[in-house]
T-cell receptor
Framework: AQSVTQPDIHITVSEGASLELRCNYS??????LFWYVQSPGQGLQLLLK??????LVQGIKGFEAEFKRSQSSFNLRKPSVHWSDAAEYFC?????????????FGKGTHLIIQP | NAGVTQTPKFRVLKTGQSMTLLCAQD?????MYWYRQDPGMGLRLIHY???????AKGEVPDGYNVSRLKKQNFLLGLESAAPSQTSVYFC????????????????FGDGTRLSIL
């Protein structure tokens, strides 16, 4: 069965510093991978997705992620964080192929931004 | 431009009561989903539907029932609420995975916060 691991429950970064959030997945075939962000009391907003092709994916709000099949990873990066980036971040994989039968989520990483 | 709308946004129930959560989407999506979110657990899939009149179980279906009588609506029912069902419930929808829509992601509602006393 597919699974997603986000090793870091909390991460604290200074404003203006670079960010990398880790995500490892387990899936037999080529995965469909997603990163979502959730602000307190809000729903989930899609940051970016990987289906196929170029392994470096650009998303909204200056985020990017790189798919590395050999490491089963899909880490999220941002070169310079802003205080407004403080939120919960979720990595997800399609339960089968493109996710027609839903997504499997990691447990999330809580991002704290220090002034 | 509503997207995915969940009703109600908040609800408090007593153990044993029943209720229905409504999800409505105006994007003509084929697929719809119900997830629950608990602290430290991420989101877990309860049930899903790949089209009008069809439903299927997800990871944590026990204690819930669903119906998809109309394409735009997906209802989640709790027949006899239990404190373990206290959670935030999210509905999502997406297009089918034909070639035209194969790269379309899921769209989420803003959630329903449900407390069972």
């Amino acid at each position: 069965a597919q699974s997603v691991t986000q090793p870091d429950i909390h991460i604290t970064v200074s404003e203006g510093a670079s960010l990398e959030l880790r995500c490892n997945y387990s899936y037999g075939a080529t995965p469909y991978l997603f990163w979502y962000v959730q602000s307190p009391g809000q729903g989930l907003q899609l940051l970016l997705k990987y289906f196929s092709g170029d392994t470096l994916v650009q998303g909204i709000k200056g985020f990017e992620a790189e798919f590395k099949r050999s490491q089963s990873s899909f880490n999220l990066r941002k070169p310079s964080v802003h205080w407004s980036d403080a939120a919960e971040y979720f990595c997800a994989v399609g339960r089968s192929g493109g996710g027609a039968d839903g997504l499997t989520f990691g447990k999330g990483t809580h991002l704290i931004i220090q002034p | 431009n509503a997207g995915v709308t969940q009703t109600p946004k908040f609800r408090v129930l007593k153990t044993g009561q029943s209720m229905t959560l409504l999800c409505a989407q105006d994007m003509n999506h084929e697929y719809m989903y119900w997830y629950r979110q608990d602290p430290g657990m991420g989101l877990r899939l309860i049930h899903y539907s790949v089209g009008e009149g069809t439903t299927a179980k997800g990871e944590v279906p026990d204690g819930y029932n669903v119906s998809r009588l109309k394409k735009q609506n997906f209802l989640l029912g709790l027949e006899s609420a239990a404190p373990s069902q206290t959670s935030v419930y999210f509905c999502a929808s997406s297009y089918s995975l034909d070639r035209k829509h194969s790269n379309q992601p899921q769209h989420f509602g803003d959630g329903t916060r449900l407390s069972i006393l």
